[in-house]
């Protein structure tokens, strides 16, 4: 089964995706934008990784792929946490080509459908880092996310400490925002 958007498609992770997830993995533009720590990553990390991909987990990692241009990114929704139904969501446009397109609206728009519709999730949460400016735009303007809350100091890059800027929705709020965008008509 595939989670289909109006242009991207969200499936399940290949063995023939890992050359490009290991070339993003190690882009340090990238990586400067996503929460978390990252080291640099081996071929035989990211084969690791795949080995431990399972449908059965909380945690659910998808390719994000566009009829023009392949795969393009990879987006998640994990720490699924099925009694209070809620889930974590991030999202990795790796394709430089893909960016600007519209795609990020899309897959978020597919994943909050996926996770509302289908999985009877209630919320989903996520965290941006604050000089990440187009993802600010992209989930809260664009798609209706709101602003949380922000913990200072939790994150270094570059040698400075930055903001934590936490982001979620209700599935009553996107539900609201998808029949106000007319998204799915």
Request: glycine fraction near 8%; proline fraction near 1%.
């Amino acid at each position: 089964m595939n989670i289909r958007g109006k242009h991207v498609t969200l499936r399940a992770i290949e063995r023939e995706d890992l050359t490009s997830l290991h070339r993003w993995s190690n882009e340090a533009e990238i990586q400067r934008l996503l929460g978390g720590w990252h080291f640099p990553t081996s071929l035989q990390d990211q084969e690791r990784w795949f080995a431990s991909l399972s449908c059965q987990s909380a945690d659910q990692r998808f390719a994000i792929e566009v009829p023009d241009l392949g795969l393009i990114g990879s987006a998640n929704l994990v720490s699924i946490d099925w009694k209070n139904r809620t889930a974590f969501h991030g999202m990795l446009l790796g394709e430089e080509r893909a960016r600007r397109r519209g795609y990020g609206v899309d897959t978020i728009m597919a994943i909050m459908r996926y996770a509302f519709d289908e999985l009877g999730l209630a919320r989903l949460d996520s965290d941006i880092i604050e000089y990440n400016t187009a993802s600010l735009k992209v989930y809260v303007d664009k798609c209706g996310w709101q602003i949380e809350g922000r913990k200072k100091n939790a994150y270094f890059r570059e040698g400075s400490s930055w903001e934590k800027v936490i982001v979620g929705i209700t599935r009553e709020r996107y539900v609201q925002i998808a029949e106000a965008m007319r998204y799915w008509k």
